[in-house]
T-cell receptor
C-alpha cells in the first residue's frame, strides 16, 4: 500500500497519559500535515512539517501538543497529559514537493482515533 | 478571511436519485484551490477532486460531476444515479496559493437508501 500510513488506528488513553500518533507519508512526498477532527465537525489544520522542520504550527494548541518529522522515520504527533477534550480523530496527510500551495493534491491517511477515558 | 460553507448538514435520498451537495467559499485571493473529499463510514478520507481558481470548466468523472462558478463562489458536487455505496460524509475544502493549509467545511452527510 503506497498510501499515507497512520498508526495506531485506534488508541485509548487515560487522562494524564501520553498519546503518540505516527504517520508515514506517501512515497516521494516530503510534506506532512496533521489535522484534527472533533466529533461531528470538519477537519481543522494543526501543523505542517517538512523533514526536520516545522513550517507552520499555527493550528497547534500552545501546550501539551508537539509534532516532529525526523530525517529518518515517520512523523510523530505527541499529546502529553491527555484530557477528555483531546478525544478526536487525528488525520495525517502528505503532498509532493511544493505542497498544497503549489496546487498539489493532499492525500490523507485513514486517521487515528484517540479516546481519552 | 477564508471560509467554506456547506449549508446542508444531512441529505437523504433513495437509490438512483440524483443529488447535489453545495459548497460556497469565501476568499480574497485570486489564486486558490478547491477540493472535495469523501469520508465513508470506515472513517478514511478519500480524495475526489482538486480544482484551481483559473479553471472554471466543469468536470465529470463517471457518476460524479462538479460545477465551479466563480461568480457565485460555489463549487457544487453532483452524484448522478446515487448508490448505497455513496453514503458518506463529503467535505469541501479550500487552500490559498501561498499557504499549505486546507480549510474545510463542516461536511454534508449523505445517506442513500436502497
Amino acid at each position: 500500500n503506497a498510501g499515507v500510513m497512520q498508526n495506531p488506528r485506534h488508541l485509548v488513553r487515560r487522562r494524564g497519559q501520553e498519546a503518540r500518533l505516527r504517520c508515514s507519508p506517501m512515497k516521494g512526498h516530503s510534506h506532512v500535515y496533521w489535522y484534527r477532527q472533533l466529533p461531528e465537525e470538519g477537519l481543522k489544520f494543526m501543523v505542517y512539517l517538512q523533514k526536520e522542520n516545522i513550517i507552520d504550527e499555527s493550528g497547534m494548541p500552545k501546550e501539551r501538543f508537539s509534532a516532529e518529522f525526523p530525517k529518518e522515520g515517520p512523523s510523530i504527533l505527541r499529546i502529553q497529559q491527555v484530557v477528555r477534550g483531546d478525544s478526536a480523530a487525528y488525520f495525517c496527510a502528505s503532498s509532493p514537493l511544493g505542497g498544497a500551495s503549489s496546487g498539489n493534491t493532499i492525500y490523507f491517511g485513514e486517521g487515528s482515533w484517540l479516546t481519552v477515558v | 478571511a477564508q471560509k467554506v460553507t456547506q449549508a446542508q448538514t444531512e441529505i437523504s435520498v433513495v437509490e438512483k436519485e440524483d443529488v447535489t451537495l453545495d459548497c460556497v467559499y469565501e476568499t480574497r485571493d485570486t489564486t486558490y484551490y478547491l477540493f472535495w473529499y469523501k469520508q465513508p463510514p470506515s472513517g478514511e478520507l478519500v480524495f475526489l477532486i482538486r480544482r484551481n481558481s483559473f479553471d472554471e470548466q466543469n468536470e465529470i468523472s463517471g457518476r460524479y460531476s462538479w460545477n465551479f462558478q466563480k461568480s457565485t463562489s460555489s463549487f457544487n458536487f453532483t452524484i448522478t444515479a446515487s448508490q448505497v455505496v455513496d453514503s458518506a460524509v463529503y467535505f469541501c475544502a479550500l487552500s490559498k496559493s501561498n499557504t499549505d493549509k486546507l480549510i474545510f467545511g463542516t461536511g454534508t452527510r449523505l445517506q442513500v437508501f436502497p
